[in-house]
């Protein structure tokens, strides 16, 4: 059948299974909203108030569902908008597709107006990136784009459509949607027997576990696993989630602010298990003084991770669920009782600890979990708060922390945690900000009101830009150069005039019965909550200075 470009482009989308889009109209996109009002039915559009707003809100619903999140932009500022939304996604492997509107097919190259190469800018950022100058090409566009953004080591993808091609006819036909095979062709015997042997050898082992492990729904998996190894387990920040905080093989975070157990247990083993994990400068530190006794066996799908920051000593190419899986079926439980006791000694001698005195974002963290049963989605701004949610929020479930890890982008938190109560609308969502990432994108509270996302903000408010005032300190002499954020912004007042509901929290004793109203509202709450300027992240690693050289305080 014959039908517009805009119509194809709708019609591809359902065949993929969408059925939520985040974005803003424009010109360059009027026929697709023309078509997107005749599909009102079939696909629901939410319209965030800024660009960026929805690029994170795809980020977000993807993390929680494991689907493809989708986001639509007019051209020139209206694509551009969406550039530090899938620069975050790219950093952290999510699946998302970023459809933008262009000029005609006559006006590019001409510096029409709003006219941007946003493929070209985007190439840096993006699995692949198309721009459709035939209509009949758009149908395998739409389904190419799809694929590639969730076949092996997932990430987004950008279609560019002039506005003509959206009124341009073609014969559509639709396809069923084709199932994305698991990526299992280099996962070789020698490998396997190779990794088998160095676990079997192994009187030390630590398992490092990342991103990967959740993008691959090998959370059960890797239980598996850790228990057969009988191994500490340490995450990186994209890795919680993955392995139950609650279970007593877990040490922790590992890295800059990860706890002094997993950096003590990273220097000391002989085994390093990286599963799906990508030796970020935040987690290796120095990079020569890393696991200096250990061999290294990495785990992942993506053979361009292997080597690239780390040297390993054997390595495993393929869906990490699949490998832990054929692992599982090869190795026994092995009893490592010195090794273990000495992980346990070192849980007991610097445990993660916080000032009880005062109100706190450790604290206040702790009763979320405990008021919610841990059952939660909780996703994040960038700073402070981000670290200390990651320490001290005991996740136990895959897709239940939604963080920038990679790009580190404040102002992502908001537009995240309402993609997230969207893809998971029976589930309780938390975004914990800080004042500084809160007043980046704070206008998405907007469309948290119009549509009614009962999404709790808690504002960990310092009255600063928290952790880059804590370098300042620590490592500046105290040169607090632009990170006083000492400004008259009343937070509650502006929930109120947004049509959401306010309170402030200045006292530790009113926290419970705080987040208790907090959650009896079924609409969006801010709670602001007061805190210490001068409270700080610890542990910290001094920036180049080995893991194991932790700062655990003040007295350090």
Not at 395 to 410: A, D, E
Request: hydrophobic letters at 40%; aromatic letters at 8%; one cysteine or more.
């Amino acid at each position: 059948m014959q039908l517009t470009g805009a119509d194809i482009l709708l019609e591809c989308l359902l065949e993929q299974g969408v059925d939520t889009i985040f974005g803003f109209p424009g010109g360059a996109v009027l026929n697709i909203y023309d078509s997107l009002y005749k599909y009102r039915e079939k696909i629901r559009h939410y319209l965030t108030s800024h660009e960026q707003g929805a690029a994170h809100a795809a980020d977000g619903y993807a993390r929680v569902t494991g689907k493809v999140g989708v986001c639509l932009a007019t051209s020139g500022p209206g694509a551009t908008n969406l550039v530090t939304g899938i620069a975050t996604a790219y950093m952290d492997s999510v699946p998302i597709v970023a459809i933008t509107g262009n000029v005609s097919l006559s006006l590019l190259g001409k510096d029409s107006f709003q006219e941007v190469d946003i493929t070209g800018v985007t190439m840096p950022i993006t699995k692949h990136n198309f721009i459709v100058k035939d209509v009949n090409d758009l149908a395998d566009i739409v389904r190419r784009a799809f694929y590639i953004a969730q076949e092996g080591r997932p990430g987004p993808v950008l279609i560019d459509i002039p506005k003509d091609i959206t009124a341009q006819k073609a014969e559509y036909k639709p396809v069923e949607k084709p199932e994305i095979p698991r990526r299992t062709d280099n996962i070789s015997d020698k490998a396997i027997n190779y990794a088998v042997e160095l676990i079997r050898n192994s009187s030390k082992p630590l398992i490092y576990a990342g991103g990967g492990v959740i993008t691959s729904d090998a959370s059960q998996e890797l239980l598996e696993f850790a228990e057969k190894v009988n191994a500490p387990v340490t995450l990186s920040l994209m890795g919680m989630g993955g392995f139950p905080a609650t279970h007593p093989n877990y040490t922790g975070m590992i890295g800059m602010h990860g706890t002094k157990t997993s950096n003590m247990a990273a220097t000391q083993c002989d085994l390093l298990i990286a599963v799906g994990a990508r030796f970020s400068d935040r987690v290796v530190s120095k990079m020569e003084r890393f696991a200096p006794h250990a061999r290294i066996l990495h785990i992942d799908i993506d053979e361009a991770e292997v080597n690239k920051n780390i040297r390993s000593s054997r390595y495993i190419i393929g869906d990490v669920r699949e490998v832990l899986r054929t692992l599982n079926n090869r190795i026994e439980r092995v009893e490592r009782k010195e090794w273990m006791s000495f992980v346990e000694e070192m849980k007991a001698q610097y445990p993660l600890s916080y000032t009880e005195d005062i109100l706190t974002p450790q604290y206040i963290l702790a009763k979320i979990y405990e008021l919610t049963g841990g059952d939660a989605i909780i996703s994040t701004e960038v700073g402070q708060h981000q670290i200390w949610t990651a320490q001290h929020y005991k996740f136990t479930k895959p897709r239940t922390f939604v963080s920038s890890g990679g790009l580190g982008t404040m102002g992502f938190g908001l537009g995240a945690s309402l993609g997230a109560q969207i893809g998971v609308p029976g589930k309780r969502v938390f975004n914990i900000a800080g004042d500084g990432s809160f007043r980046m994108n704070m206008n998405e509270l907007a469309t948290a009101v119009e549509y009614n996302l009962p999404v709790i903000v808690v504002i960990m408010n310092n009255h600063a830009l928290g952790m880059v005032r804590q370098w300042q300190n620590l490592f500046y002499d105290g040169r607090y150069s632009q990170t006083t954020l000492d400004r008259s912004t009343d937070f509650v007042k502006l929930a109120e005039a947004f049509g959401a509901v306010g309170y402030n929290l200045t006292e530790k004793a009113d926290v419970e019965e705080t987040i208790k109203k907090a959650m009896a509202q079924n609409r969006p709450v801010v709670i602001n909550c007061e805190i210490d300027r001068d409270l700080k992240v610890y542990p910290i690693v001094p920036p180049g200075a080995p893991i194991e050289e932790v700062i655990m305080d003040m007295g350090d």
